[in-house]
Each structure stands twice: as structure tokens, then as C-alpha cells.
């Protein structure tokens, strides 16, 4: 996969991840017990996947990651209808974070694009 469709895959995660986070009125219904809070890891995970493969530096990212899931439960607690903040989506959303982050280190995956490919 080049470069250009990584990027591309990226910026469509990151739209998606900002339009659950911020939009006035959004949830997971499900009988399933944590349904939401896998919601909310798999939203942050993959953020992070897909901008590492796209080649942005790994720890900014992971910050800018964990920046975002204090400033999204604030946002929702404070200025958006129908929703509220929850200290728990916040742990889920750096848990998501920091278990791809994990992943990627123990994988030795650097987010250096060389030729096209992720080295």
C-alpha cells in the first residue's frame, strides 16, 4: 500500500473518530455489557495505527491521542447536548492508546516512511 492511500486511510479515521467523539448525540445500544468503552479503545487504537502506518512520529501522536481523550469527556460534560463526560471513556480511550502503542513497540514498527514502505 502506498504512501498517498495511507495517509488518505488515515485522514478518514480521524474524521470518523471526531465525528463519535463530538458530535451532539452519540452512543453505543448494545445489550453487551462494555460495548462502549471497546468502543472507545478501538476509536483511539486505530487512530494511532493508521497514523503510525502513515508514517507520523509515533509519540506526538500517542500525546496528541491522550490529550484528546481528556479534551473530548470534558467537551462532551461541558458545551454538548445530550452527552456527558465519563472518566471511565477517558481510561478506555488511553487504554486503546497505550495497548496499539504497546503493540507497535513490541513489533519494532517506526513510523519513518522510506521508498513508500513503513519501516
Known amino acids: 500500500m502506498n504512501v498517498r492511500t495511507r495517509r488518505t486511510i488515515f485522514v478518514v479515521t480521524v474524521l470518523v473518530h471526531l465525528v463519535a467523539l463530538y458530535s451532539p448525540k452519540a452512543g453505543v445500544a448494545s445489550p453487551v455489557l ?3 468503552k471497546i468502543v472507545h479503545m478501538a476509536l483511539f487504537g486505530v487512530v ?3 497514523g503510525v502506518r502513515a508514517g507520523l512520529a509515533i509519540k506526538p501522536l500517542v500525546i496528541a491521542l491522550l490529550a484528546n481523550a481528556v479534551i473530548s469527556e470534558l467537551a462532551q460534560y461541558l458545551w454538548l447536548a445530550r452527552r456527558s463526560g465519563d472518566v471511565w471513556d477517558a481510561v478506555a480511550d488511553a487504554l486503546g492508546v497505550l495497548l496499539v502503542w504497546a ?14 514502505d513503513l519501516r
Open 48 to 50: 494511532l495505527y493508521t
Open 34 to 36: 462494555g460495548t462502549d
Open 103 to 116: 503493540l507497535l513497540r513490541w513489533r519494532g514498527v517506526r513510523s519513518v516512511v522510506v521508498g513508500g
